[in-house]
């Protein structure tokens, strides 16, 4: 019996797809498929076709597919839901630094990446807003070739204002700044205005240089997109952290004159703060990490308190902001955890990695009021709990309480 349960645990081994043993793209994940099955076969550049592949996204989980580039390529990337559901996509150098993302762009809650990547190894990353498992179909190729549908529009594909009234470097545009001088820059440019006074900003690099805009607001619903002198978009955003925009160019902007549009999906009177900056990956990073996107890892700048082993339950006073306070418990056998935060007023989040940094587990709004809820079937082993209040700006103390149940015997 037990050379049969070999052999199928061999067979088994053999036929299945080819996933990563280690951690892959800057840690974001163990586990990852390669596009065609393996390293060899999975080069978008030199690829005949797409590769159209169907998986699962899990429950506050990602689905990650591996793919490389022999040359610097333009990719196109789809993925959607199966039937129905809305995924959202990362796409990761082999560092870790994202360097595309998108919700919604394709239509039908459908996501959608075009742009242009240098020679490397990347990891595609899926996830979805929905409370169970979602299929998702996923496309990679590039950007030449059939994927069924036709692609949104992007810097090949020059567009109108958009609907705002005013285009891009009209008399009327405003000067968000003359000139980007890199790295002079320390604090970057803003400037705060409605959409209705002031729907464009144009600005100036004097040098080939990675930046971010950032479109935030109280009251407003703000969406961005950021157009060359020939009125490419080169990248749009809506809804990046809540209802601000974010877009992150990683790969260098070439010097020239640029614009970025605002509109206000809220109205056209309400304050947006537009801000533009050098792309800074390791503040990139630092920001996921307050957001609790992933785990830190001993490299990172952040601080982790050690809780030590949780027998029956543990009781934490936390002093905590919008950026995520880190703690670290052993669960010295297997049971079931139960994570509660406590608000007392505020709104916690809390989100609970395993050993290797795979997130399985996190709750906003529990099943009482705003505090944070959790249940969680776990092995034996290490964990690590992020903790944070959603919105920007607050900030307050919560009670972190953490118990464990065994099965009775």
Known sequence: MKRILAGITLLIALSGPALAQSPICGGISLVGEWVGGEEAASDLATADD?????????????????????????????????????????????AGVEVAADDDSAGDFGASVQT?????????????????????????????QDFGTPAIPSAAAPIDS??????????????????????????????????GSTPAYGFT???????????????GDPLIRLLDARHNVLAENDDFDGLNSRIDLTQRLEPGDYCIEIEDL??????????????????????????????????????????GTLDTAILQEVQTSSDATWYRLELPAGGLLLTEVIGNGLDPEVVLFDRVGRRI??????????????????????????????????????RLLMERYVLAQ
Request: proline residues 6%; contains cysteine.
């Open 205 to 219: 690099l004097s040098e080939a240089t990675p930046i971010s805009v950032t479109a935030s607001s109280e009251y």
């Open 361 to 398: 587990g996190e709750n906003d709004d529990g099943p009482d009021g705003l505090d944070s809820f959790l249940v969680s079937r776990l092995l034996p082993g290490s964990y690590t709990v992020a903790i944070r209040l959603v919105g920007d700006g607050e900030t307050g103390p919560v």
């Open 50 to 94: 797409i590769f159209d592949t169907e998986g699962q996204v899990p429950i506050a989980g990602h689905l990650v597919r591996m793919f490389t580039l022999s040359q610097d390529t333009d990719v196109r990337i789809d993925v959607s839901a199966i039937p129905a559901g809305d995924p959202y996509i990362s796409v990761y150098d082999a």
């Open 266 to 307: 809220n109205g056209t009177e309400n304050p947006i703060t537009v801000g533009l900056e050098t792309f800074d990956p390791a503040a990139d990073r630092l920001r996921r990490l307050n957001a609790a996107e992933f785990a830190p890892t001993a490299g990172d700048s952040v601080t982790i308190t050690d809780l």
């Open 116 to 144: 242009t990547l240098a020679a490397g190894t990347y990891c595609l990353a899926a996830r979805s807003y929905e409370s169970g498992v979602t299929d998702v179909s996923v496309k990679l190729g590039r950007g030449d």
């Open 162 to 195: 958009g609907g705002t009234g005013a285009g891009c470097f009209e008399p009327d545009t405003a000067s968000l700044g003359t000139d980007l001088d890199i790295p002079g820059l320390t604090e970057g440019l803003s400037a705060s205005n409605t959409a």
